[in-house]
């Protein structure tokens, strides 16, 4: 378990590179860091002088391939240099050390998602493999709403979460790699603090959504689709009226690749997301070939966007 003083000094430097309006705290890196049940995450640190000026956190899921080969990722976020220590060689000093943590930990690489600063740079200085960008897609919520019961997750509702299904959730794409989900990293995922969830359970699908506003218009956003058994396809306008409805948002955004969908809707260009998003590729093991890497299923609840 990571002792405060750590999670203090990454939460300071996170708070004075991004910004961020609600600011990180132990505990909300705590729950990120340490209490994923997918094991504890690979953190790449640079000091100096007793000040954290580099950080970069690999959060580890098992991928599981077509064929049935798992590879365990880690899932690269929260990478952040002190402004003070630009040009010094913290940037790669600090990814390195990751590399060195991630293979301590048994990781087999990492899979990036990376802002549209950071990820050319990985690609051009450290020689990652830049991945095909996920289309993003705005769908009306307009149509009939059914077949769906809609959720929103607290502390006593979140119990729904282990009755979902009995051990696994079922792939829904018939190619690449697909992250294997569980209920029980479901309930980690949707306690995420600070962060308010809904879930939207039919026969076949778990749908998870949140809400967000750009340009004081309300979105609904479908963060994740995951199968509850082997089925056909739905249309994805049946998901975002459901959707909808229930965060009271005319429009709803999808991100990624949900199989368990048909899509069709408003294609938008990435540059139109309030933080653009690239995926990048590094393996750390020699038996596996990243040109052959291709992601089946990957969306917003695959990591934290939101």
């Known amino acids: 378990m990571t002792d405060d003083l750590e999670l203090e000094r990454t939460a300071a430097l996170l708070n004075h590179v991004f910004e961020h309006s609600d600011p990180l705290t132990v505990s909300s890196l ?48 929260d990478l952040a240099v002190d402004p003070d220590a630009r040009g010094s060689g913290a940037f790669r000093r600090t990814v390195e050390d990751s590399y060195r943590r991630g293979t301590q930990q048994g990781f087999d690489g990492i899979l990036g998602v990376a802002n549209a600063n950071s990820a050319p740079r990985m690609v051009a200085t450290l020689g990652w493999r830049a991945l095909s960008p996920l289309p993003v897609t705005m769908v009306p919520a307009i149509g009939r709403v059914s077949g769906f019961q809609s959720i929103l997750i607290d502390d006593a509702s979140i119990e729904i979460v282990d009755g979902l299904v009995d051990s696994e959730f079922s792939r829904a794409s018939n190619s690449g790699f697909a992250p294997v989900w569980t209920p029980k990293l479901l309930k980690w995922r949707l306690q995420r603090p600070g962060h308010s969830y809904s879930i939207h359970i039919s026969d076949d699908l778990v749908v998870v959504s949140t809400r967000t506003h750009v340009s004081n218009v309300p979105f609904g956003v479908i963060l994740g689709v995951l199968s509850r058994r082997v089925c056909r396809s739905i249309p994805v306008g049946r998901v975002a009226a459901v959707v909808g409805r229930h965060h009271k948002a005319p429009l709803v955004i999808h991100w990624g690749r949900s199989p368990a969908l048909r899509m069709r809707g408003i294609p938008l260009p990435q540059k139109m997301m309030p933080s653009p998003l690239s995926l990048v590729l590094h393996p750390f093991t020699t038996d596996f070939d990243r040109d052959q890497f291709e992601l089946g299923e990957f969306g917003f609840l695959d990591f934290d966007a939101y």
Do not use: T
Not at 35 to 59: Q, T
């Open 30 to 77: 705590r729950w990120y860091y340490d209490l994923n049940p997918a094991g504890s995450a690979a953190v790449g640190r640079v000091e100096e002088n007793e000040k954290r000026i580099g950080n970069y956190a690999l959060i580890p899921n098992r991928y599981r391939s077509i064929s049935g080969e798992e590879r365990i990722f880690g899932v690269g976020v």
